[in-house]
């Protein structure tokens, strides 16, 4: 896969990088490996969600399941992108306190 096509929240697995070796490039990896499986699957649940709605035939209890199924779906996206922004800041935080002091004059 081309570098320029990746996100910047991707992680990276190529040879040869130590990401992995500090604690934020551990955590920026996780962050982008969650965000890689968990957002596919709530968008697949919101089209699940959708799909039960439209074949619903009107019945009351299986809407009701449906619109469920959409506003959990959606509200588990909003979790996962907050996490996400939440991990990204505590990856910046680590990396800021770990550098070693400006040397004074």
């Known amino acids: 896969m081309d570098s320029h096509l990746k996100p910047g929240f991707a992680p990276s697995f190529t040879a040869g990088t130590n990401n992995s070796s500090s604690i934020t490039g551990t955590i920026q ?3 982008g490996s969650l965000i890689y499986v968990a957002g596919p699957i709530a968008v697949l649940m919101i089209a699940i969600g959708g799909f039960r709605y439209v074949t ?3 019945d009351s209890t299986q809407m009701e399941n449906a619109k469920k199924t959409i506003l959990y779906a959606i509200i588990g996206l909003v979790v996962i992108i907050i996490s996400w ?3 990204v800041n505590i990856a910046l935080i680590f990396s ?3 550098q070693p002091a400006a040397p004074t004059k």
Request: aromatic fraction near 0%.
């Open 96 to 98: 800021t306190t770990n």
């Open 85 to 87: 922004a939440i991990a």
């Open 29 to 31: 990896v996780i962050a």
């Open 56 to 58: 619903s035939r009107g």
